[in-house]
């Protein structure tokens, strides 16, 4: 089985910066592409960043500039460092990977608990 848990959010001004970390643990063969998603109230839960295993990253404008994801396949963890927040950045944060694991071997998505980052004007 397969589990990915995520940390590192909370409450940070306007300006100031947060990191989360996602590790994914259980009986995992290899992974893939890993990404940040985000969700706010009321609105569709949108990708933030995404990183292939070749280190190739991927930003929608909103947080181009801002935000940077990194991984550490040794440690099967992916990071997203996130600077000069803003208030319109305050959403629940998901990780989200793409993994085969060691007993069927076949590509599966699979997602953090959520941590949640909010942002004060």
């Known amino acids: 089985q397969v589990q990915l848990v995520e940390s590192g959010g909370g409450l940070v001004q306007a300006g100031g910066s947060l990191r989360l970390s996602c590790a994914a643990s259980?009986?995992?063969?290899?992974?893939?592409?890993m990404g940040w998603y985000r969700q706010s109230p009321g609105k569709q839960r949108e990708l933030v960043a995404s990183?292939?295993?070749?280190?190739?990253?991927n930003y929608p404008d909103s947080v181009k500039g801002r935000f940077t994801i990194s991984r550490d396949n040794a440690k099967n963890t992916v990071y997203l460092q996130m600077d000069s927040l803003k208030p319109e950045d305050t959403a629940a944060y998901y990780c989200?990977?793409?993994?085969?694991?060691?007993?069927?071997?076949?590509?599966?998505?699979?997602w953090g608990q959520g941590t949640q980052v909010t942002v004060s004007s």
């Open positions: 989200n990977m793409l993994i085969v694991a060691r007993a069927d071997k076949l590509f599966k998505t699979y």
């Open positions: 259980g009986s995992i063969f290899s992974i893939n592409r």
């Open positions: 990183i292939s295993t070749g280190g190739n990253t």
